[in-house]
Protein backbone atom coordinates (compact mmCIF):
# COMPACT_ATOMS: atom_id res chain seq x y z
CA UNK A 1 0.00 0.00 0.00
CA UNK A 2 1.28 3.40 -1.39
CA UNK A 3 1.66 5.58 2.10
CA UNK A 4 -0.91 8.48 0.87
CA UNK A 5 -3.18 5.34 0.98
CA UNK A 6 -1.95 4.34 4.31
CA UNK A 7 -2.68 8.07 5.48
CA UNK A 8 -5.64 8.52 3.78
CA UNK A 9 -7.66 5.20 5.01
CA UNK A 10 -6.17 6.20 8.70
CA UNK A 11 -7.68 9.83 7.96
CA UNK A 12 -10.89 7.85 7.21
CA UNK A 13 -10.62 5.99 10.66
CA UNK A 14 -10.52 8.78 12.60
CA UNK A 15 -13.30 10.61 11.15
CA UNK A 16 -15.25 7.52 10.98
CA UNK A 17 -14.71 7.12 14.95
CA UNK A 18 -15.28 11.20 15.46
CA UNK A 19 -18.85 10.26 13.76
CA UNK A 20 -19.56 7.41 15.05
CA UNK A 21 -18.58 9.15 18.88
CA UNK A 22 -21.09 11.99 17.44
CA UNK A 23 -23.89 10.06 17.01
CA UNK A 24 -23.48 8.42 20.44
CA UNK A 25 -23.27 11.53 22.11
CA UNK A 26 -26.38 12.97 20.14
CA UNK A 27 -28.01 9.47 21.57
CA UNK A 28 -27.08 10.07 25.14
CA UNK A 29 -28.54 13.43 25.12
CA UNK A 30 -31.51 12.78 23.67
CA UNK A 31 -34.59 13.26 25.81
CA UNK A 32 -35.29 9.97 27.82
CA UNK A 33 -37.06 8.50 30.90
CA UNK A 34 -35.21 7.40 33.75
CA UNK A 35 -36.46 6.53 37.16
CA UNK A 36 -34.92 8.31 40.48
CA UNK A 37 -36.34 6.48 43.67
CA UNK A 38 -39.67 5.94 42.98
CA UNK A 39 -40.27 8.73 40.47
CA UNK A 40 -39.88 8.80 36.87
CA UNK A 41 -38.35 11.68 35.54
CA UNK A 42 -37.85 13.25 31.96
CA UNK A 43 -34.01 13.90 31.26
CA UNK A 44 -33.71 16.49 28.53
CA UNK A 45 -30.77 18.16 27.44
CA UNK A 46 -28.98 15.97 30.71
CA UNK A 47 -30.82 17.50 33.10
CA UNK A 48 -34.67 16.29 34.75
CA UNK A 49 -36.56 18.38 33.03
CA UNK A 50 -40.30 19.80 34.68
CA UNK A 51 -42.92 19.84 31.83
CA UNK A 52 -44.52 23.49 32.71
CA UNK A 53 -46.57 23.39 29.47
CA UNK A 54 -50.23 23.76 27.84
CA UNK A 55 -51.78 22.00 24.65
CA UNK A 56 -52.76 24.35 22.03
CA UNK A 57 -56.02 24.13 20.69
CA UNK A 58 -56.51 21.02 17.85
CA UNK A 59 -56.80 23.18 15.03
CA UNK A 60 -53.73 25.98 15.64
CA UNK A 61 -50.70 24.38 14.90
CA UNK A 62 -52.42 23.98 10.63
CA UNK A 63 -52.23 28.14 10.76
CA UNK A 64 -48.54 28.77 10.48
CA UNK A 65 -48.33 32.25 10.02
CA UNK A 66 -49.91 32.52 13.63
CA UNK A 67 -47.33 30.63 15.08
CA UNK A 68 -45.22 32.98 16.01
CA UNK A 69 -47.94 35.07 18.07
CA UNK A 70 -49.26 32.35 19.59
CA UNK A 71 -45.43 31.01 20.81
CA UNK A 72 -44.77 34.34 21.77
CA UNK A 73 -47.83 34.48 24.36
CA UNK A 74 -47.16 30.85 25.52
CA UNK A 75 -43.53 32.09 26.60
CA UNK A 76 -45.23 35.32 28.13
CA UNK A 77 -47.13 32.61 30.31
CA UNK A 78 -44.44 31.02 31.21
CA UNK A 79 -44.67 27.87 29.49
CA UNK A 80 -41.04 25.83 28.87
CA UNK A 81 -43.57 23.34 26.98
CA UNK A 82 -46.22 23.14 23.94
CA UNK A 83 -48.34 20.04 23.46
CA UNK A 84 -48.40 20.74 19.47
CA UNK A 85 -50.73 18.16 17.54
CA UNK A 86 -48.55 16.56 14.29
CA UNK A 87 -51.03 16.12 11.71
CA UNK A 88 -51.38 13.02 9.50
CA UNK A 89 -53.76 14.28 6.63
CA UNK A 90 -51.17 17.89 6.40
CA UNK A 91 -47.91 15.36 6.63
CA UNK A 92 -49.09 12.77 3.82
CA UNK A 93 -51.13 14.47 1.99
CA UNK A 94 -50.94 12.18 -0.90
CA UNK A 95 -49.78 8.27 -0.54
CA UNK A 96 -46.26 8.15 0.39
CA UNK A 97 -45.73 12.10 -0.83
CA UNK A 98 -44.47 13.79 2.93
CA UNK A 99 -44.81 17.07 3.56
CA UNK A 100 -42.97 18.13 6.77
CA UNK A 101 -43.69 22.14 6.42
CA UNK A 102 -46.10 22.13 9.31
CA UNK A 103 -43.81 20.15 11.99
CA UNK A 104 -40.85 22.58 10.30
CA UNK A 105 -42.99 25.80 11.72
CA UNK A 106 -43.85 24.49 14.90
CA UNK A 107 -40.41 23.27 15.94
CA UNK A 108 -39.17 26.85 14.34
CA UNK A 109 -41.65 29.24 16.30
CA UNK A 110 -40.99 26.87 19.47
CA UNK A 111 -37.35 27.52 19.23
CA UNK A 112 -37.70 30.97 18.73
CA UNK A 113 -39.46 31.50 21.91
CA UNK A 114 -37.53 28.53 24.12
CA UNK A 115 -39.91 26.20 24.38
CA UNK A 116 -39.83 22.58 24.27
CA UNK A 117 -42.56 20.79 22.30
CA UNK A 118 -44.45 17.69 22.98
CA UNK A 119 -45.94 16.08 19.66
CA UNK A 120 -49.06 14.82 19.60
CA UNK A 121 -49.38 12.03 16.85
CA UNK A 122 -53.12 12.55 15.30
CA UNK A 123 -52.58 9.61 13.11
CA UNK A 124 -55.16 6.96 13.02
CA UNK A 125 -57.41 7.58 16.20
CA UNK A 126 -57.92 11.34 17.48
CA UNK A 127 -61.19 11.26 20.15
CA UNK A 128 -61.62 7.40 18.72
CA UNK A 129 -62.53 8.63 15.50
CA UNK A 130 -59.89 9.04 12.54
CA UNK A 131 -60.76 12.06 11.95
CA UNK A 132 -57.05 13.15 10.83
CA UNK A 133 -56.27 10.33 8.43
CA UNK A 134 -55.97 11.93 5.18
CA UNK A 135 -59.00 11.82 2.20
CA UNK A 136 -57.22 9.27 0.15
CA UNK A 137 -57.62 6.94 3.32
CA UNK A 138 -60.60 8.02 4.32
CA UNK A 139 -61.97 7.10 0.43
CA UNK A 140 -60.36 4.47 0.56
CA UNK A 141 -62.36 2.22 2.89
CA UNK A 142 -61.76 -0.78 1.02
CA UNK A 143 -58.59 -0.70 1.66
CA UNK A 144 -58.49 1.11 4.93
CA UNK A 145 -61.55 -0.21 6.54
CA UNK A 146 -63.32 1.01 9.54
CA UNK A 147 -64.47 -0.55 12.89
CA UNK A 148 -68.38 -1.67 12.89
CA UNK A 149 -70.99 -1.49 15.40
CA UNK A 150 -73.38 -4.51 16.36
CA UNK A 151 -75.00 -4.76 13.08
CA UNK A 152 -72.62 -3.73 11.05
CA UNK A 153 -72.93 -0.54 10.72
CA UNK A 154 -69.52 1.06 9.83
CA UNK A 155 -68.06 3.69 11.93
CA UNK A 156 -65.15 6.43 11.61
CA UNK A 157 -62.67 4.62 12.81
CA UNK A 158 -60.16 3.01 11.20
CA UNK A 159 -60.46 -0.66 12.32
CA UNK A 160 -57.10 -2.05 14.53
CA UNK A 161 -57.84 -5.45 12.75
CA UNK A 162 -56.85 -4.65 9.62
CA UNK A 163 -53.21 -4.84 8.18
CA UNK A 164 -53.60 -2.06 5.65
CA UNK A 165 -54.61 0.41 8.43
CA UNK A 166 -51.31 -0.59 10.34
CA UNK A 167 -49.06 -0.43 7.95
CA UNK A 168 -50.32 3.23 6.96
CA UNK A 169 -50.40 4.52 9.89
CA UNK A 170 -46.84 2.99 11.17
CA UNK A 171 -45.40 4.40 7.64
CA UNK A 172 -46.43 7.93 8.61
CA UNK A 173 -45.65 8.00 11.87
CA UNK A 174 -42.17 6.27 11.34
CA UNK A 175 -41.65 8.96 8.67
CA UNK A 176 -42.18 11.97 11.15
CA UNK A 177 -39.63 10.13 13.36
CA UNK A 178 -37.25 9.71 10.93
CA UNK A 179 -37.81 13.51 9.58
CA UNK A 180 -37.30 14.91 13.68
CA UNK A 181 -33.98 12.59 13.44
CA UNK A 182 -32.85 14.29 10.84
CA UNK A 183 -33.59 17.74 12.04
CA UNK A 184 -33.97 17.76 15.55
CA UNK A 185 -31.63 15.93 17.19
CA UNK A 186 -28.99 18.38 17.31
CA UNK A 187 -31.15 21.00 19.10
CA UNK A 188 -33.72 18.27 20.46
CA UNK A 189 -36.31 20.31 20.78
CA UNK A 190 -39.35 18.19 20.45
CA UNK A 191 -38.53 15.91 24.04
CA UNK A 192 -41.50 13.57 23.69
CA UNK A 193 -44.11 12.27 21.63
CA UNK A 194 -48.20 11.24 22.17
CA UNK A 195 -48.58 8.61 20.04
CA UNK A 196 -52.87 9.24 18.81
CA UNK A 197 -55.10 11.02 20.75
CA UNK A 198 -57.69 9.47 22.91
CA UNK A 199 -57.67 6.04 21.69
CA UNK A 200 -61.50 4.39 22.19
CA UNK A 201 -64.45 2.73 21.04
CA UNK A 202 -67.73 5.43 21.04
CA UNK A 203 -70.56 4.24 20.85
CA UNK A 204 -70.08 0.36 20.80
CA UNK A 205 -68.00 -0.89 22.89
CA UNK A 206 -65.91 -3.07 20.56
CA UNK A 207 -65.60 -3.39 17.25
CA UNK A 208 -67.33 -6.18 15.74
CA UNK A 209 -65.31 -6.23 12.29
CA UNK A 210 -65.45 -9.65 10.46
CA UNK A 211 -61.74 -10.16 11.88
CA UNK A 212 -62.12 -8.49 15.11
CA UNK A 213 -65.39 -11.39 15.40
CA UNK A 214 -63.21 -14.02 14.64
CA UNK A 215 -60.87 -12.83 17.28
CA UNK A 216 -63.48 -12.47 19.95
CA UNK A 217 -64.50 -15.85 19.27
CA UNK A 218 -60.54 -17.41 19.46
CA UNK A 219 -58.67 -18.21 22.81
CA UNK A 220 -56.98 -15.42 25.09
CA UNK A 221 -53.58 -15.12 23.50
CA UNK A 222 -50.71 -16.25 25.86
CA UNK A 223 -48.97 -12.79 25.93
CA UNK A 224 -51.44 -11.60 27.97
CA UNK A 225 -52.93 -14.48 30.14
CA UNK A 226 -49.18 -14.91 30.37
CA UNK A 227 -48.75 -11.50 31.80
CA UNK A 228 -51.94 -12.18 34.21
CA UNK A 229 -50.15 -14.83 36.02
CA UNK A 230 -46.54 -13.58 35.98
CA UNK A 231 -48.01 -10.09 37.74
CA UNK A 232 -50.99 -11.43 39.58
CA UNK A 233 -49.76 -9.60 42.55
CA UNK A 234 -49.98 -5.94 40.77
CA UNK A 235 -52.07 -6.11 38.88
CA UNK A 236 -55.37 -3.27 39.10
CA UNK A 237 -57.98 -4.82 41.50
CA UNK A 238 -61.02 -4.44 38.54
CA UNK A 239 -59.16 -6.77 35.90
CA UNK A 240 -57.71 -9.50 39.04
CA UNK A 241 -61.30 -8.98 40.29
CA UNK A 242 -62.63 -9.93 36.75
CA UNK A 243 -60.06 -12.62 36.19
CA UNK A 244 -60.71 -14.12 39.53
CA UNK A 245 -64.88 -14.44 39.52
CA UNK A 246 -64.28 -16.39 36.53
CA UNK A 247 -61.66 -18.99 37.81
CA UNK A 248 -58.23 -17.71 37.16
CA UNK A 249 -58.06 -19.01 33.52
CA UNK A 250 -54.79 -19.32 31.41
CA UNK A 251 -56.35 -20.86 28.43
CA UNK A 252 -60.26 -20.28 27.00
CA UNK A 253 -61.84 -17.24 25.45
CA UNK A 254 -62.35 -14.26 26.48
CA UNK A 255 -65.36 -14.39 27.95
CA UNK A 256 -64.15 -17.67 29.38
CA UNK A 257 -61.18 -15.74 31.41
CA UNK A 258 -63.37 -12.49 32.24
CA UNK A 259 -67.54 -13.73 31.69
CA UNK A 260 -69.68 -12.14 29.75
CA UNK A 261 -70.32 -8.40 29.21
CA UNK A 262 -69.05 -4.42 28.12
CA UNK A 263 -65.69 -4.82 30.61
CA UNK A 264 -64.65 -7.82 28.32
CA UNK A 265 -65.15 -6.17 25.20
CA UNK A 266 -63.50 -3.21 26.54
CA UNK A 267 -60.59 -5.66 27.43
CA UNK A 268 -60.48 -7.44 24.39
CA UNK A 269 -60.53 -3.95 22.74
CA UNK A 270 -57.57 -2.38 24.55
CA UNK A 271 -55.77 -5.67 24.10
CA UNK A 272 -55.98 -5.49 20.10
CA UNK A 273 -55.59 -1.59 20.05
CA UNK A 274 -52.54 -2.10 22.12
CA UNK A 275 -51.01 -4.61 19.75
CA UNK A 276 -51.73 -2.14 17.16
CA UNK A 277 -49.97 0.49 19.12
CA UNK A 278 -46.90 -1.47 19.74
CA UNK A 279 -46.22 -1.89 15.75
CA UNK A 280 -46.80 1.97 15.65
CA UNK A 281 -44.62 2.71 18.76
CA UNK A 282 -41.60 0.57 17.98
CA UNK A 283 -41.49 1.74 14.14
CA UNK A 284 -40.77 5.12 15.59
CA UNK A 285 -38.85 4.51 18.33
CA UNK A 286 -36.30 2.63 15.83
CA UNK A 287 -35.64 5.44 14.00
CA UNK A 288 -35.51 8.15 16.37
CA UNK A 289 -36.61 6.68 20.11
CA UNK A 290 -38.13 9.57 22.32
CA UNK A 291 -40.58 8.98 25.13
CA UNK A 292 -43.87 7.95 23.56
CA UNK A 293 -46.93 7.84 25.61
CA UNK A 294 -50.51 7.56 25.29
CA UNK A 295 -53.63 10.03 27.00
CA UNK A 296 -56.91 9.22 27.56
CA UNK A 297 -60.73 10.57 27.79
CA UNK A 298 -61.64 9.36 31.41
CA UNK A 299 -64.72 6.87 32.04
CA UNK A 300 -65.67 9.11 34.73
CA UNK A 301 -69.64 9.84 35.96
CA UNK A 302 -70.53 6.46 36.26
CA UNK A 303 -70.73 5.83 32.03
CA UNK A 304 -70.55 2.27 30.60
CA UNK A 305 -67.51 1.27 28.31
CA UNK A 306 -69.29 2.68 25.20
CA UNK A 307 -70.59 5.99 26.69
CA UNK A 308 -67.07 6.75 27.38
CA UNK A 309 -64.32 5.85 24.61
CA UNK A 310 -64.52 2.14 25.86
CA UNK A 311 -61.26 0.40 25.90
CA UNK A 312 -58.87 3.44 25.62
CA UNK A 313 -55.12 3.76 27.93
CA UNK A 314 -57.38 3.40 31.40
CA UNK A 315 -56.37 3.15 34.86
CA UNK A 316 -58.34 0.24 34.90
CA UNK A 317 -56.85 -1.46 31.70
CA UNK A 318 -53.23 -0.34 32.52
CA UNK A 319 -52.18 -4.03 32.74
CA UNK A 320 -53.97 -4.80 29.04
CA UNK A 321 -51.90 -2.06 27.35
CA UNK A 322 -48.49 -2.76 29.22
CA UNK A 323 -49.11 -6.76 28.42
CA UNK A 324 -50.24 -5.51 24.73
CA UNK A 325 -47.76 -2.36 24.37
CA UNK A 326 -44.54 -2.69 26.59
CA UNK A 327 -43.17 -0.01 24.52
CA UNK A 328 -45.19 2.36 25.40
CA UNK A 329 -43.50 4.32 28.25
CA UNK A 330 -46.31 5.24 30.21
CA UNK A 331 -50.38 6.59 29.99
CA UNK A 332 -51.97 9.94 31.06
CA UNK A 333 -54.92 11.30 31.88
CA UNK A 334 -56.80 14.01 30.29
CA UNK A 335 -58.77 15.84 33.42
CA UNK A 336 -62.08 17.52 32.60
CA UNK A 337 -64.09 15.89 35.13
CA UNK A 338 -65.01 17.18 39.04
CA UNK A 339 -62.18 15.32 41.26
CA UNK A 340 -58.92 16.09 39.75
CA UNK A 341 -56.56 14.83 43.14
CA UNK A 342 -58.79 11.14 42.45
CA UNK A 343 -57.70 11.32 39.11
CA UNK A 344 -53.77 12.25 39.80
CA UNK A 345 -53.46 9.38 42.08
CA UNK A 346 -55.20 6.82 39.95
CA UNK A 347 -52.90 7.19 37.60
CA UNK A 348 -49.67 8.10 39.81
CA UNK A 349 -50.13 4.34 40.79
CA UNK A 350 -48.11 0.47 39.45
CA UNK A 351 -45.02 2.13 38.80
CA UNK A 352 -47.11 4.42 36.06
CA UNK A 353 -45.82 8.73 36.28
CA UNK A 354 -48.05 11.17 36.69
CA UNK A 355 -48.15 13.41 33.41
CA UNK A 356 -51.23 15.65 32.62
CA UNK A 357 -51.18 16.24 28.97
CA UNK A 358 -54.79 17.82 29.45
CA UNK A 359 -56.72 20.00 32.00
CA UNK A 360 -59.73 21.54 31.42
CA UNK A 361 -58.80 25.63 31.66
CA UNK A 362 -60.03 26.68 34.72
CA UNK A 363 -58.42 29.61 36.92
CA UNK A 364 -57.80 26.60 39.58
CA UNK A 365 -55.16 25.33 37.84
CA UNK A 366 -52.79 27.85 39.21
CA UNK A 367 -53.40 25.89 42.72
CA UNK A 368 -53.28 22.40 41.06
CA UNK A 369 -50.12 22.41 39.36
CA UNK A 370 -48.56 23.22 42.96
CA UNK A 371 -50.46 19.61 44.24
CA UNK A 372 -49.61 17.78 40.74
CA UNK A 373 -46.33 18.39 41.25
CA UNK A 374 -46.02 18.26 45.47
CA UNK A 375 -48.16 15.26 46.15
CA UNK A 376 -47.34 13.07 43.03
CA UNK A 377 -44.13 14.33 41.57
CA UNK A 378 -45.60 14.86 38.46
CA UNK A 379 -43.44 15.25 35.47
CA UNK A 380 -45.86 17.97 34.00
CA UNK A 381 -48.68 20.18 33.73
CA UNK A 382 -50.67 21.51 30.76
CA UNK A 383 -53.98 22.81 30.31
CA UNK A 384 -55.69 22.20 26.91
CA UNK A 385 -56.64 25.19 24.43
CA UNK A 386 -53.92 27.04 26.40
CA UNK A 387 -53.37 29.57 23.77
CA UNK A 388 -57.08 30.98 24.89
CA UNK A 389 -55.49 31.69 28.66
CA UNK A 390 -56.41 35.19 29.50
CA UNK A 391 -55.38 35.03 33.43
CA UNK A 392 -51.86 35.61 34.57
CA UNK A 393 -52.93 33.46 37.82
CA UNK A 394 -50.83 30.33 36.51
CA UNK A 395 -48.29 32.12 34.86
CA UNK A 396 -47.66 32.89 38.72
CA UNK A 397 -47.53 29.71 39.41
CA UNK A 398 -45.16 28.47 36.64
CA UNK A 399 -42.55 31.22 37.50
CA UNK A 400 -42.41 30.27 40.85
CA UNK A 401 -42.37 26.65 39.90
CA UNK A 402 -39.53 27.39 37.67
CA UNK A 403 -37.54 28.84 40.31
CA UNK A 404 -37.79 25.69 42.38
CA UNK A 405 -37.66 22.77 39.84
CA UNK A 406 -34.04 22.49 40.34
CA UNK A 407 -34.63 21.71 43.87
CA UNK A 408 -38.21 19.63 42.97
CA UNK A 409 -36.42 17.39 40.54
CA UNK A 410 -33.54 16.68 43.39
CA UNK A 411 -35.72 15.61 45.82
CA UNK A 412 -38.21 13.51 43.25
CA UNK A 413 -38.60 10.06 44.56
CA UNK A 414 -37.10 10.46 48.15
CA UNK A 415 -40.32 11.38 49.70
CA UNK A 416 -39.73 14.20 50.52
CA UNK A 417 -42.36 16.42 48.84
CA UNK A 418 -46.19 16.34 49.43
CA UNK A 419 -49.31 18.23 47.62
CA UNK A 420 -52.27 20.35 49.19
CA UNK A 421 -55.27 20.74 46.93
CA UNK A 422 -58.56 22.44 49.21
CA UNK A 423 -61.46 23.59 48.45
CA UNK A 424 -64.70 24.89 50.66
CA UNK A 425 -66.10 21.07 50.86
CA UNK A 426 -62.46 19.94 51.07
CA UNK A 427 -60.95 22.73 52.75
CA UNK A 428 -57.77 20.71 55.19
CA UNK A 429 -55.31 18.35 54.74
CA UNK A 430 -52.62 17.04 57.17
CA UNK A 431 -49.91 15.12 55.97
CA UNK A 432 -46.68 13.21 57.72
CA UNK A 433 -43.45 14.59 56.59
CA UNK A 434 -40.06 13.22 58.79
CA UNK A 435 -41.03 14.15 62.32
CA UNK A 436 -43.01 16.80 61.89
CA UNK A 437 -46.89 16.14 60.90
CA UNK A 438 -47.98 19.74 58.35
CA UNK A 439 -51.68 20.65 58.33
CA UNK A 440 -53.11 22.66 55.08
CA UNK A 441 -55.97 24.79 55.67
CA UNK A 442 -57.51 27.04 53.03
CA UNK A 443 -57.23 30.34 54.01
CA UNK A 444 -60.45 31.20 53.48
CA UNK A 445 -60.98 28.71 56.45
CA UNK A 446 -60.03 31.58 58.97
CA UNK A 447 -62.86 33.77 58.02
CA UNK A 448 -60.83 37.02 57.38
CA UNK A 449 -61.35 37.60 53.80
CA UNK A 450 -65.09 38.99 53.20
CA UNK A 451 -65.44 36.97 49.97
CA UNK A 452 -64.73 33.58 52.36
CA UNK A 453 -68.62 34.27 53.74
CA UNK A 454 -70.37 36.46 51.71
CA UNK A 455 -71.60 32.76 49.52
CA UNK A 456 -68.74 33.54 46.28
CA UNK A 457 -67.38 30.52 45.61
CA UNK A 458 -63.80 29.45 46.79
CA UNK A 459 -61.23 29.29 44.84
CA UNK A 460 -59.02 26.18 44.86
CA UNK A 461 -55.93 27.02 47.03
CA UNK A 462 -53.00 24.59 46.34
CA UNK A 463 -49.35 24.10 47.92
CA UNK A 464 -46.17 22.28 47.74
CA UNK A 465 -43.68 21.34 51.01
CA UNK A 466 -40.86 20.41 49.77
CA UNK A 467 -38.65 19.44 53.26
CA UNK A 468 -34.92 20.84 52.66
CA UNK A 469 -33.35 19.58 56.30
CA UNK A 470 -34.50 17.97 60.09
CA UNK A 471 -36.17 21.97 60.38
CA UNK A 472 -36.33 23.54 57.14
CA UNK A 473 -39.30 23.58 54.60
CA UNK A 474 -40.04 25.48 51.46
CA UNK A 475 -43.52 25.96 50.48
CA UNK A 476 -44.68 27.30 47.19
CA UNK A 477 -48.51 27.94 46.85
CA UNK A 478 -51.68 29.69 47.04
CA UNK A 479 -54.21 30.28 49.50
CA UNK A 480 -52.87 28.30 51.39
CA UNK A 481 -51.79 28.14 55.73
CA UNK A 482 -49.67 25.63 57.14
CA UNK A 483 -49.22 24.65 60.65
CA UNK A 484 -46.92 22.54 62.28
CA UNK A 485 -46.52 20.19 64.91
CA UNK A 486 -44.76 16.98 65.54
CA UNK A 487 -45.75 13.70 63.77
CA UNK A 488 -47.72 11.08 65.53
CA UNK A 489 -45.86 9.59 68.92
CA UNK A 490 -44.14 12.64 68.94
CA UNK A 491 -44.26 14.51 72.29
CA UNK A 492 -42.18 17.56 71.65
CA UNK A 493 -43.96 21.04 70.67
CA UNK A 494 -43.09 22.39 67.33
CA UNK A 495 -42.58 26.27 66.72
CA UNK A 496 -41.94 28.36 63.73
CA UNK A 497 -38.64 29.36 64.43
CA UNK A 498 -38.65 31.80 61.62
CA UNK A 499 -40.24 32.06 58.16
CA UNK A 500 -39.14 34.38 54.79
CA UNK A 501 -40.48 35.37 51.63
CA UNK A 502 -38.02 34.20 49.35
CA UNK A 503 -37.17 33.64 45.37
CA UNK A 504 -34.51 32.30 43.97
CA UNK A 505 -31.95 33.59 41.13
CA UNK A 506 -29.40 31.60 39.75
CA UNK A 507 -29.72 28.75 42.25
CA UNK A 508 -29.47 30.85 45.06
CA UNK A 509 -32.70 31.65 47.79
CA UNK A 510 -33.00 35.20 48.24
CA UNK A 511 -34.82 36.29 51.40
CA UNK A 512 -37.45 38.91 49.96
CA UNK A 513 -39.32 39.42 53.25
CA UNK A 514 -39.59 38.62 56.83
CA UNK A 515 -42.98 36.98 57.75
CA UNK A 516 -43.51 37.80 61.10
CA UNK A 517 -46.92 39.16 63.18
CA UNK A 518 -50.06 39.14 61.37
CA UNK A 519 -48.48 37.38 58.06
CA UNK A 520 -47.82 34.18 60.31
CA UNK A 521 -50.68 34.70 62.17
CA UNK A 522 -48.16 35.75 65.61
CA UNK A 523 -46.21 32.44 64.98
CA UNK A 524 -49.27 30.49 64.49
CA UNK A 525 -48.74 29.33 60.81
CA UNK A 526 -47.03 29.94 57.06
CA UNK A 527 -49.57 31.78 55.21
CA UNK A 528 -50.18 32.41 51.55
CA UNK A 529 -52.86 34.51 50.89
CA UNK A 530 -55.54 33.58 47.84
CA UNK A 531 -54.25 35.93 44.62
CA UNK A 532 -50.76 35.88 46.23
CA UNK A 533 -48.50 33.18 44.59
CA UNK A 534 -45.10 32.67 46.55
CA UNK A 535 -42.45 30.79 48.01
CA UNK A 536 -42.27 30.84 51.49
CA UNK A 537 -39.08 29.04 53.69
CA UNK A 538 -39.92 28.44 57.29
CA UNK A 539 -37.09 27.32 59.79
CA UNK A 540 -38.60 24.78 62.69
CA UNK A 541 -37.67 24.20 66.43
CA UNK A 542 -38.90 22.10 69.03
CA UNK A 543 -39.60 23.11 72.49
CA UNK A 544 -41.14 21.50 75.59
C1 LIG B 1 -59.83 16.10 24.60
C2 LIG B 1 -59.00 15.93 23.34
O1 LIG B 1 -57.89 15.11 23.61
C3 LIG B 1 -58.55 17.26 22.78
O2 LIG B 1 -57.84 17.05 21.59
C4 LIG B 1 -59.76 18.13 22.57
O3 LIG B 1 -60.61 17.57 21.62
C5 LIG B 1 -60.45 18.34 23.90
N1 LIG B 1 -60.89 17.05 24.42
C6 LIG B 1 -61.65 19.27 23.71
O4 LIG B 1 -62.28 19.51 24.88
Not at 334 to 340: L, T, V
Request: one cysteine or more.
Amino acid sequence: MKPSTIFTSFFAALLLAACNQQQRSAQDTLPHLVRQGDATQLIVDGKPFLMLGGELGNSTASSLHELDTVFGRLHRTGLNTALVPAYWELIEPEEERFDFTSIDAAVAAARAHSIKIVLLWFGAWKNSMSCYAPLWVKENYEKYPRSRAQYGFPLEIMTPFDSSNLAADRRAFAALMAHLAKTDAAERTVIMVQVENEIGMIPSARDYHPEAVKQFGAPVPAQLSGYLTAREATLHPALRGRWEANGKKTDGAWTELFGEGLETDEIFMAYHYGLFVEEVVRAGKQVYPLPMYLNAALNSRGRKPGEYPSAGPLAHLIDVWRAAAPSVDFIAPDIYDPGFAEWCAQYHAAGNPLFIPEVGMSDDNAARVFYAFGEHEAMGFSPFSIEDIRTPSLARSYEVLRQIAPLLTEAQGKGKTRGFLLSKDNSQRTVEMGAYRLTGRHVYTYGWSPRAKDGSPWPEAGALALQLSDSEFLVAGTGVAITFSGASGSDTAIGIGYIDKVAFTDGKMVALRRMNGDQSHQGRHLRMEVGDCDIQYVKLYSYR
